[in-house]
């Protein structure tokens, strides 16, 4: 137990000091910002661009906004965010392997599973960091400017976003202890993505794709209950747990 | 007792047979050479004994345990400086030796203590700057200052001495013979006079075997030398004994090597003497482990 920590404690220190851990801080601020900020400067943007959209022949008329405006922007920033998050730390295991740092590790009698757990636990404790500090921004500008309570469903759809980038991380360790170089981990992620998000497409396998937590619209505007989705996250919250636990055997069979 | 014990080791990349049936003991607080070529297999071999590497075929034990691919029960009597021993860079040596003392599962104060003892062993102790710019020489040091934290029985070193200036080959081999005491020290190289150095025994990796194994003094005198070098004065002297003599070689500019037996001696010496040759210096040659590797290696 002593060593598991001691080596979440080194995977803290190099996000901190290779400024990685700054890096997100700064990006989840900015997106915690930038989706109230959008919604509050939608009006103003659209009265400047009214001259040009009358000559196209549209009025505008009043435009209203509110916080749900401000949450669905939240929702369309944090994909970007978790795909900066995953261009950010992809390398977390295969920098490893390059630069053979692994070896005086493994060497010093540190069990390989180790090294899975504490770099996919400080995946998870950036994430869910980064993620929840973006929400708390929004949440307390909307509250400010708005009414939060006009959006439904909110602690379901977040917590529901939140498990999707969990299930993205364990990708990401899943092809990091199969694969060799970085891009063959973000081409693996990305590629697993892909895949899931096209097979939930057809209607009879939609219920239970991880895709499906990204789809937060139907949610707020109470479309459908949080209930709905439960299919979703329990497939997806096993799968992550499936694909770190799969990746021990993987690591401990692996050459360094 | 055998520190290491190495029974039949067999290990392929792709076509390229590097280890077939490799057998090697290394005797309890011994200083031991692993000499071969570059390319003969040593780092193999070292990584099949740390369990970094799956052998094909053979059996390893490790202070009287077998070595498991994949599980490194083995490695806690395991100290290991690879060739170029890569850190985390943004730490300092001392954060660096605290992190490894942790993941041994050492305890705190001895951790601290031993990392304090060790970074001055190697001459570190006064680096508090991040491991990012240290040189060659600094991170073999501080490889060795790892490698020996946790009181390993075998300390494993895989050239850690080939790619520093004469000055750091120096200072990492003193610190090897500091460390006799307290390990056994298992060496690898193809620096023939860092063997001749510090080591007691040798063995030689030729094409994936071991070809030669022993005391370094026994090996040496296996090819004792038949050989000796006359200086003389003048350079028209040399032509003399050239024309009179066989089996002899010019090699620089007054010098000449003979080869032959004890008469050929005397013989020589009474013609010196008898054409009144001056000369500078006459000399046995001394064989060297690096004839008898060469020998080795030819056959």
């Not at chain 1, 980038?165 to 693996?188: A, M, R, Y």
């Not at chain 2, 290394?26 to 040593?42: D, L, Q, T, Y």
């Not at chain 2, 060496?187 to 022993?214: R, W």
């Amino acid at each position: 137990m002593k060593s598991l920590f001691a080596f979440i404690k080194k995977e803290w220190i190099e996000s901190v000091r290779s400024g990685k851990f700054i890096y997100i801080v700064i990006l989840f601020i900015l997106f915690g910002i930038m989706s109230p900020a959008i919604a509050k400067l939608t009006p103003w943007m659209m009265e400047l661009k009214a001259d040009s959209l009358a000559e196209a022949g549209l009025i505008v008329t009043e435009v209203s906004v509110d916080a749900l405006t401000s949450w669905t922007q939240y929702f369309k920033n944090i994909p970007i965010g978790l795909i900066a998050f995953v261009l950010i730390y992809s390398n977390i295991f295969t920098k490893e392997y390059q630069s053979q740092s692994l070896v005086l590790v493994f060497t010093k009698g540190l069990s390989r599973y180790k090294v899975v757990l504490a770099k996919s636990a400080m995946m998870l404790l950036l994430w869910t960091l980064g993620y929840y500090f973006c929400f708390a921004i929004t949440y307390i500008y909307n509250s400010y400017f708005w009414d939060n309570t006009i959006a439904h469903n909110l602690l379901p759809a977040v917590v529901y976003w939140w498990l999707f980038g969990v299930w993205v991380i364990s990708l990401i360790v899943l092809f990091s202890v199969i694969l060799k170089n970085n891009t063959g981990v973000l081409l693996g992620t990305g590629g697993a993505v892909l895949t899931v998000y096209l097979a939930g497409l057809l209607p009879k396998l939609r219920e239970y794709m991880p895709t499906m937590l990204m789809d937060t619209s139907s949610l707020l505007s109470d479309a459908t209950g949080a209930g709905s989705y439960m299919k979703a996250v329990i497939v997806t919250g096993v799968l992550s747990v499936v694909f770190v636990a799969a990746s021990v055997p993987v690591m401990n069979k692996r050459e360094i | 007792m055998d520190m290491l014990t190495i029974t039949n080791l067999k290990k392929r990349f792709g076509d390229k047979e590097v280890l077939c049936g490799l057998n090697l003991s290394v005797p309890s607080n011994s200083v031991f050479g692993f000499v071969g070529r570059n390319g003969a297999g040593k780092t193999t071999t070292m990584k099949a004994v740390l369990g970094l590497l799956k052998p094909d075929d053979g059996q390893i034990f490790v202070s009287g345990k077998k070595v498991v691919w994949g599980q490194t029960e083995t490695n806690q009597y395991i100290g290991y400086l690879p060739d170029v021993p890569e850190f985390y860079s943004y730490m300092t040596p001392f954060e660096y030796l605290i992190f490894c003392g942790e993941i041994c599962g050492m305890k705190k104060s001895d951790i601290k203590e031993r990392s304090t003892k060790l970074l001055s062993l190697v001459g570190l102790e006064n680096e508090n700057h991040r491991i990012k710019g240290f040189s060659r020489g600094m991170k073999q040091r501080l490889g060795i200052a790892q490698a020996l934290l946790s009181r390993p029985k075998l300390l494993i070193c895989d050239e850690p001495t080939s790619a520093l200036d004469p000055e750091g080959r120096k200072e990492i081999l003193d610190i090897l013979v500091a460390v006799k005491e307290e390990t056994t020290v298992l060496f690898s190289t193809h620096i023939l006079s860092d063997v001749e150095h510090i080591c007691e025994e040798v063995a030689f990796l030729n094409e994936g075997k071991i070809v030669m194994q022993g005391k370094v003094s026994e090996i040496r005198n296996i090819r004792s030398s038949k050989e000796f070098t006359l200086e003389v004065i003048n350079r028209e002297d040399t032509k003399k004994l050239m024309d009179n003599f066989k089996d002899i070689r010019h090699t620089e500019e007054n010098t000449l090597v003979f080869s032959g037996e004890e008469n050929k001696v005397f013989d020589v010496l009474r013609y010196v003497y008898e054409n009144k040759i001056s000369i500078q210096k006459m000399e046995r040659i001394e064989p060297s482990l690096e004839d008898v590797f060469l020998e080795v290696m030819k056959k």
